[in-house]
């Protein structure tokens, strides 16, 4: 399976992005959907994950409320709504897909397939 995320760009504090994250060479169906970011010079870190059935949603607390992740099945696709930007959300974005377990939905570890990334930077 490889995925692509789109969506990125140039924003300023406040303003709103919409990242997609579709799938080829295979199917999706199953697999738990998570969104992941890393800023210059940190480490890779959770923003938001999607269980197949779309009845639970998972998010990092600097991001809920702000963000909402959704997914169609039917179209094999992942998407992250960011809403309210700020700068410390400046980051390269990526989609993964996996099959974690409660205990690894918020971690790397968790996920198998992983986007390019998609750049996101927020100005001040």
């Known amino acids: 399976v490889q995925l692509q995320a789109s969506g990125g760009g140039l924003v300023q504090t406040g303003d709103s992005l919409r990242l997609s994250c579709a799938a080829s060479?295979?199917?999706?169906?199953?697999?738990?959907m998570g969104w992941f970011r890393q800023a210059p010079g940190k480490e890779r870190e959770f923003v938001a994950a999607?269980?197949?059935?779309?009845?639970?949603?998972y998010y990092a607390e600097s991001v809920r409320g702000r963000f909402a992740i959704s997914r169609d099945n039917a179209k094999e696709s992942v998407e992250l709504q960011m809403n309210s930007l700020k700068p410390e959300d400046t980051a390269v974005y990526y989609c993964?897909?996996?099959?974690?377990?409660?205990?690894?939905?918020?971690?790397?570890?968790?996920?198998?397939?992983w986007g390019q990334g998609t750049e996101v930077t927020v100005s001040s």
């Open positions: 993964a897909a996996g099959f974690p377990i409660v205990s690894t939905i918020r971690t790397a570890s968790g996920y198998r397939y």
């Open positions: 060479g295979g199917t999706l169906s199953g697999y738990s």
């Open positions: 999607i269980r197949w059935s779309m009845n639970t949603k």
